[in-house]
């Protein structure tokens, strides 16, 4: 957590049906069963259309709003390439962003991702993937992880998204 703050702010960002609110729900779910008030707010915008799609999670032990207020996010997670530059903004100085390039070098298409045997990461599961490069910053057991993973995806996907997890916890990010 923010050392300088009782309060952490997360912005994930993509295009709608990329898992955005999932991986938010995972985050929340993990904060609130360590013990922490925990408030999540989304914006939809186009999203049954591939818009643009952002979703704040802020957690601490008192949290009053759900939406993270511009350029304070402590982390941000960008799960689209066309998303990055335009979420910038939304971090603070000296907070860590992390997105789809961190996962493949030279990627220029999420579809790169499924093309990429040396991976577990895909297209469909990169957001799991950035929770894992997340989670290294963050005071939570992975045990905790698990268990919301688990609770937020089906069964038969659960050994695929804990073993992408696991390996996001492995990548360093670019920047």
């Known amino acids: 957590m923010n050392k300088t703050s009782s309060i952490t702010n997360v912005v994930i960002a993509g295009l709608g049906g990329q898992?955005?609110?999932?991986?938010?729900?995972?985050?929340?779910?993990?904060?609130?069963?360590?013990?922490?008030?925990?408030?999540?707010?989304?914006?939809?915008?186009?999203?049954?259309?591939?818009?643009?799609?952002?979703?704040d999670v802020r957690f601490g032990q008192k949290?009053?709003?759900?939406?993270?207020?511009?350029?304070?996010a402590?982390?941000?997670?960008?799960?689209?390439?066309?998303?990055?530059?335009?979420?910038?903004?939304?971090?603070?100085?000296g907070g860590y962003f992390f997105s789809v390039f961190d996962l493949k070098d030279g990627l220029v298409q999420l579809i790169d991702l499924d093309n990429d045997a040396s991976t577990p990461v895909t297209e469909r599961n990169c957001n799991i993937a950035l929770l894992g490069m997340?989670?290294?910053?963050?005071?939570?057991?992975?045990?905790?992880?698990?268990?919301?993973?688990?609770?937020?995806?089906?069964?038969?996907?659960h050994d695929e998204n804990l073993a992408v997890f696991h390996y996001g916890k492995s990548i360093v990010p670019k920047g």
């Open 134 to 157: 997340l989670s290294i910053h963050l005071p939570f057991d992975d045990a905790v992880w698990e268990i919301a993973i688990k609770n937020n995806l089906p069964k038969k996907v």
């Open 74 to 93: 402590d982390y941000v997670l960008v799960l689209h390439p066309s998303q990055v530059d335009n979420n910038r903004y939304h971090k603070k100085e």
């Open 63 to 72: 949290v009053y709003s759900p939406m993270v207020p511009t350029g304070e």
């Open 19 to 55: 898992g955005v609110i999932r991986a938010a729900n995972i985050l929340a779910e993990t904060a609130f069963r360590s013990g922490l008030d925990v408030k999540q707010g989304e914006i939809h915008g186009m999203s049954q259309r591939g818009g643009s799609v952002t979703s």
